[in-house]
T-cell receptor, first 111, second 115 residues
Framework: GNSVTQMEGPVTLSEEAFLTINCTYT??????LFWYVQYPGEGLQLLLK?????DKGSNKGFEATYRKETTSFHLEKGSVQVSDSAVYFC??????????FGKGTKLSVKP | EPEVTQTPSHQVTQMGQEVILRCVPI?????FYWYRQILGQKVEFLVS????????KSEIFDDQFSVERPDGSNFTLKIRSTKLEDSAMYFC?????????????FGNGTRLTVT
C-alpha cells in the first residue's frame, strides 16, 4: 500500500543554517504530496504541496520538488530561523481521499 | 481566518468508559476527518465523513469507534469503551474537497489520556 518514510529526528540546527528533511514515498499512481508543520501546542498546518511530477511547492522560504524518478519530496530551506522550530510531516494523498502521513521530524533551531 | 475548533483540549478517562470528542469544522467545508497521533508516533488516519456518512475508515476504526454529525456544525468522535492504547492526540480536520487535492485544516487536537 501507499506509505511515506521521513528521516528520523530530532534535527538541531543553528540559525541561518541550511535545512534538508528527507521524505520518500511508495504509491501506486501519482498522488499529490504535502508537507505539514506542527508548531508547539497547535494542530497541523499545510506548509506546501505539489500535485504532479517535477512540481515545486514553496512557502515561507521552504521548498520541495516532486521527484518521480527517486520517489522523493525532500523539504529544504536555505536559512532557518528560531521560529521554524516545529515538527514537520510529509504526507501523500491516499487513493480514497485521505492523507497518509510520515512519522514527523522535529526541528529545533538554536539562536 | 475561520478555523477548526476542538473540545476539550485534554480529556482524562478511565479504561472502559465512553468518551466523546467534539469538533466544529469550518462552516463551508464538506469533508471531515479524524486522525490520531500516539505520542512519538505518526499521524494516523481514522475516518473520513462526507454527505452524512463514512466514506472511508482505517483498520484502527473498529466497532468501538463511531462518528456523528448531529447538527449542522458539530462533528463528533465517540469511543464506546476506552482502552489504554486509545491514549493519543486526536485531531479533527475538514476540507472543502477531497483531502488528496485540498489542504486539510486541522484543529489543535484533544489529548485523550486513558488510565
Amino acid at each position: 500500500g501507499n506509505s511515506v518514510t521521513q528521516m528520523e529526528g530530532p534535527v538541531t540546527l543553528s540559525e541561518e543554517a541550511f535545512l534538508t528533511i528527507n521524505c520518500t514515498y511508495t504509491a501506486t499512481g501519482y498522488p499529490s504530496l504535502f508537507w505539514y508543520v506542527q508548531y508547539p501546542g497547535e494542530g497541523l498546518q499545510l506548509l506546501l504541496k505539489a500535485t504532479k511530477a517535477d512540481d515545486k511547492g514553496s512557502n515561507k522560504g521552504f521548498e520541495a520538488t516532486y521527484r518521480k524518478e527517486t520517489t522523493s519530496f525532500h523539504l529544504e530551506k536555505g536559512s532557518v530561523q528560531v521560529s521554524d522550530s516545529a515538527v514537520y510531516f510529509c504526507a501523500l494523498g491516499g487513493s480514497q481521499g485521505n492523507l497518509i502521513f510520515g512519522k514527523g521530524t522535529k526541528l529545533s533551531v538554536k539562536p | 481566518e475561520p478555523e477548526v475548533t476542538q473540545t476539550p483540549s485534554h480529556q482524562v478517562t478511565q479504561m472502559g468508559q465512553e468518551v466523546i470528542l467534539r469538533c466544529v469544522p469550518i462552516s463551508n467545508h464538506l469533508y471531515f476527518y479524524w486522525y490520531r497521533q500516539i505520542l512519538g508516533q505518526k499521524v494516523e488516519f481514522l475516518v473520513s465523513f462526507y454527505n452524512n456518512e463514512i466514506s472511508e475508515k482505517s483498520e484502527i476504526f473498529d466497532d468501538q469507534f463511531s462518528v456523528e454529525r448531529p447538527d449542522g456544525s458539530n462533528f463528533t468522535l465517540k469511543i464506546r469503551s476506552t482502552k489504554l492504547e486509545d491514549s493519543a492526540m486526536y485531531f479533527c480536520a475538514s476540507t472543502p474537497g477531497p483531502a488528496a487535492n485540498s489542504p486539510l485544516h486541522f484543529g489543535n487536537g484533544t489529548r485523550l489520556t486513558v488510565t
